[in-house]
């Protein structure tokens, strides 16, 4: 042991790893975090005192400690996709998505906006990578005459079509003869006591009336695009690669608790490393996706130090072997 007059100070610095546990609460291996910025350890305790007031004045007569809790900070830079899991109490995962044609994918468009192509119930966030992309107006049945029409249907010429036609004061269409379709986005006709509204083309251009976003699958309606300035239905096509991706999900049971290791790299001082068997990691503060002033972004943990499943001590700080 160091003599107690042996002058000791202390730079600190190390890496942390940590090991969660799994469903039985056994240890499944130390994973390094990586950068961490700040790792604190902070004791708080709980007392009982005794007071006797013999002689008239109330002095201490005795002072129990009876609790001792042991939490923590830590701050890690290392924005990686499973620490951000850890972060958002998560499943971190790869995400496989096969290639093949898509062909039928029906959206509510409206001017100026974005959609995000492949979004369904199972895939929320849609698909990436997509190549030969094509738009139409949805699929409308050519006009009938002397059919009963409701608002909302649409039609198109029965020769030669080149717009979609949708139904906005619901009736009965002329008989026999067909209405003079217009040609103007937004004009209307009256066909006996149904009233139409020219919707779109029935085939939409790129760069005319929208844009793509290959990489990310995504398709920007122009302001000027061939659409009703109330909307209007589109069809889209096209062809996903077969691509995977990081991704983490929430929603999932994701242990937060594991074993604990800080191997000490001191900037000067004696390296004295940390073990914590039992520790809880409870996120907590902002995680910045953008700021006015950019800065690293950094995930924040608030610890809890426990006694470990098998008794083991709550922490152990331990020297190098001599």
């Given at each position: ?14 890496k942390?790893?940590?090991?969660p ?15 961490t910025?700040?790792?604190?350890v ?12 013999e002689s008239g ?12 809790t ?15 899991g ?5 499943a ?5 998505q ?19 192509l ?48 949708v ?7 002329a008989?026999?003869?067909e209405?003079t ?7 209307t006709?009256v ?21 793509v ?7 920007y ?7 009703s ?6 069809t889209?096509?096209?062809?996903k ?14 242990t ?10 001191p900037?000067?001082?004696?390296p004295?490393d940390?073990y ?18 950019p ?16 008794e ?11």
């Open positions: 042991m160091t003599a107690s007059t042996t002058k000791q100070r202390l730079i600190p610095g190390g942390i790893y940590f090991d546990f799994d469903t039985n609460g056994n240890p499944t291996g130390e994973r390094y975090l990586g950068l910025p700040g790792f604190t902070t004791i708080a305790s709980e007392k009982i005192t005794s007071y006797g007031a004045l109330r002095e201490l007569d005795d002072e129990t400690l009876i609790t001792i042991r939490t923590g900070k830590l701050t890690c830079r290392q924005i990686s996709v499973e620490n951000l850890l972060f958002l109490g998560a971190a995962s790869v995400q496989t096969t290639s093949g044609a898509v062909t039928g994918e029906h959206k509510s468009v409206l001017l100026d906006r974005y959609y995000q492949g979004r369904s119930t199972s895939n929320p966030s849609g698909v990436r990578d997509v190549t030969s992309p094509t738009v139409v107006g949805k699929t409308a049945s050519n006009w009938a005459a002397n059919t009963a029409y409701v608002v909302g249907d649409r039609v198109k010429k029965t020769s030669n079509p080149t717009h979609i036609h139904c906005t004061v619901a009736g009965i269409s008989n026999p003869t209405p379709w217009p040609t103007t986005i937004d004009a006709v066909d006996g006591t149904v009233t139409w509204r020219t919707e779109t083309l029935i085939t939409l251009v790129e760069d005319t009336d929208y844009e976003d290959l990489m990310l699958g995504r398709v309606v122009l302001p000027g695009a061939r659409l300035a109330h909307g209007g239905q589109w889209f096509g096209y062809t690669s077969a691509v995977t991706r990081d991704t983490v999900q929430t929603g999932s049971l994701v937060s608790s594991g074993a604990l290791r800080f191997v000490a790299y900037g000067k001082g004696t004295r940390l914590g068997s039992n520790v809880t990691l409870s996120p907590s503060g902002d995680l910045i996706f953008k700021a006015d002033d800065a690293y972004a950094e995930l924040s943990f608030d610890l809890s130090f426990g006694v470990g499943n098998n083991e001590p709550a922490l152990i700080i331990d020297g190098r072997a001599a």
